[in-house]
T-cell receptor, first 114, second 110 residues
Framework: EADIYQTPRYLVIGTGKKITLECSQT?????MYWYQQDPGMELHLIHYSYGVNSTEKGDLSSESTVSRIRTEHFPLTLESARPSHTSQYLC?????????????FGAGTRLSVL | QKEVEQNSGPLSVPEGAIASLNCTYS??????FFWYRQYSGKSPELIMF????GDKEDGRFTAQLNKASQYVSLLIRDSQPSDSATYLC??????????FGTGTRLTIIP
């Protein structure tokens, strides 16, 4: 299993603020992901990375940006938070097991933008 | 049509009975399927995955895949109150990305 750490767990912030959601994993996994999940809704992939200096946008358009300067670190940034960004953000990393990429999730950051 | 569809529930099952969770998918290119359990306010945790037609058993859990019918299911035998959670089905086309359903909320009634 992967040890994936997300901080903060909860964040309440005002409109227009810049925020960075942190995600770190200690297993040396190359592949990492950011998902957005609203209550009762499915997880939507917003960003992913196959390794250092590799980032791609996911299936759901997002105003956030990501960076991957180190293997273990995959932060997500919102330059100017808006109420529409209120959601839960889940970070994941994956390992190759039994011929499949298995994704493991962090505890998530619940973001509220007022 | 969503790529992965699940009955949102809630599904209520008496303790000790078999809980049956169903999932259908529209993308015939999907190669493997994953079942995650998500407790309220928590992150998803992997229960099991399946990629071959037929059944795959792990303890009280059995995953079933029928590619011809584009149907995946998860059976939980001897249901326990601790099994009460939302169960997420996800499909994968052989690349690195998963497509999730909305999840089925399961409640085990003592």
């Amino acid at each position: 299993e992967a040890d994936i750490y997300q901080t903060p767990r909860y964040l309440v912030i005002g409109t227009g603020k810049k925020i960075t959601l942190e995600c770190s994993q200690t297993m040396g996994h190359d592949k990492m992901y950011w998902y957005q999940q609203d209550p009762g809704m499915e997880l939507h992939l917003i960003h992913y990375s196959y390794g250092v200096n590799s980032t791609e946008k996911g299936d759901l358009s997002s105003e956030s940006t990501v960076s991957r300067i180190r293997t273990e670190h995959f932060p997500l940034t919102l330059e100017s938070a808006r109420p529409s960004h209120t959601s839960q953000y889940l970070c994941a990393s994956s390992e190759f097991r039994a011929g499949k990429n298995i994704q493991y999730f962090g505890a998530g950051t619940r973001l509220s933008v007022l | 049509q969503k790529e992965v569809e699940q009955n949102s529930g809630p599904l209520s099952v008496p303790e000790g009975a078999i809980a049956s969770l169903n999932c259908t998918y529209s993308d015939r290119g999907s190669q493997s399927f994953f079942w995650y359990r998500q407790y309220s306010g928590k992150s998803p945790e992997l229960i099991m995955f399946i990629y071959s037609n037929g059944d795959k058993e792990d303890g009280r859990f059995t995953a079933q895949l029928n590619k011809a019918s584009q149907y995946v299911s998860l059976l939980i035998r001897d249901s326990q109150p601790s099994d009460s959670a939302t169960y997420l089905c996800a499909g994968n086309r052989g690349n690195e990305k998963l497509t999730f359903g909305t999840g089925t909320r399961l409640t085990i009634i003592p």
